[in-house]
């Protein structure tokens, strides 16, 4: 299982409906409209990679009013 956060940037006053939005999607574990640099943050999970890949271009970038996405996996050291 690989999860991640994935940060978010959105059109000014969007913030809280792309996270109404994404918290649907099957994958996402949480999803959060946050103050700072970006506007909501989600954690998700997938299979593998590819699967987390899939996951951010194909239904979360698909959202409306989301304008830039940063992916973080999760590494255990």
Not at 15 to 43: F, L
Request: hydrophobic letters at 45%; a negative charge; aromatic letters at 2%.
């Amino acid at each position: 299982m690989v999860q991640a956060y994935i940060l978010i940037q959105t059109e000014v006053g969007k913030a809280a409906n792309v996270a109404s939005a994404i918290s649907g999607i099957s994958g996402v574990t949480q999803a959060e409209d946050v103050t700072g640099p970006y506007d909501v943050i989600v954690r998700a999970e997938a299979r593998n990679v590819d699967e987390l890949g899939k996951l951010v271009v194909a239904q979360i970038q698909g959202v409306e009013g989301i304008t830039r996405t940063l992916t973080c996996p999760i590494v255990h050291i």
